[in-house]
């Protein structure tokens, strides 16, 4: 497990971003503004088999996911809670 010091000394373990729920996700792109990598790409939400809206909503999805250095700042002005997190 990748972890490290803060400024203050502190221990800090990065998480970093596994997944988006799309079904949460309204694709008002403020984790992409904020993103300091090429992490996320905006894409039409893929739809289930139950969904009964055809109208397809673009939201955030996890383009490069290794490129993540797992900072949160994506998690932090996501307005839906839609990440989730994981150590290395």
Known sequence: MITGLTRGGAEWTPQFATSIDQA?????????????????????????????????MMVMSLANPMDCIGCGS?????PKNCYTYAPA
């Open 74 to 78: 994506c998690g932090r002005v996501c």
């Open 24 to 56: 949460k996700c309204i694709g008002c792109g403020r984790c992409y503004k904020v993103c300091p990598r090429s992490v996320l790409d905006l894409v039409e939400r893929e739809l289930d088999d139950d969904d009964e809206d055809e109208d397809n």
